[in-house]
């Protein structure tokens, strides 16, 4: 079966970290890149962080310095380090796989889309 299953979502106070897991099954993960995407209440999906597979890495601005994003290829995972949560943090957070080795910033370019985790930051 393929699927990316998110987990480690939870509320959280300002200032507080989460860390999310994302297993990945039945799909080449080794090779491509692997994207973080968050979607608040009536907002659009944005992207939040990619990880390549070297371990390069890239952040969105608003969540850059407080955000670290790693994978174990070993494990077929991708993980997300969030420190200094605030409440615009506050979203469903996904993962994905690229659809190309390079690493895109639109989730157009993006597929295998779990279900979400979700991620709430109370001031």
């Known amino acids: 079966q393929v699927q990316s299953v998110e987990s480690g979502g939870g509320s959280v106070q300002s200032g507080g970290s989460l860390r999310l897991s994302c297993a990945a099954s039945?799909?080449?993960?080794?090779?491509?890149?692997m994207g973080w995407f968050r979607q608040g209440l009536g907002k659009e999906r944005e992207w939040v962080a990619y990880v390549n597979n070297p371990g390069n890495t890239n952040y969105a601005d608003s969540v850059k310095g407080r955000f670290t994003a790693s994978r174990d290829n070993a494990k077929n995972t991708l993980y997300l380090q969030m420190d200094s949560l605030k409440p615009e943090d506050t979203a469903m957070y996904y993962c994905?796989?690229?659809?190309?080795?390079?690493?895109?910033?639109?989730?157009?370019?993006?597929?295998?889309w779990g279900q979400g985790t979700q991620v709430t930051v109370s001031s």
């Open positions: 039945g799909y080449t993960y080794n090779q491509y890149c």
């Open positions: 994905a796989r690229s659809s190309y080795t390079s690493c895109p910033t639109s989730s157009i370019y993006y597929k295998y």
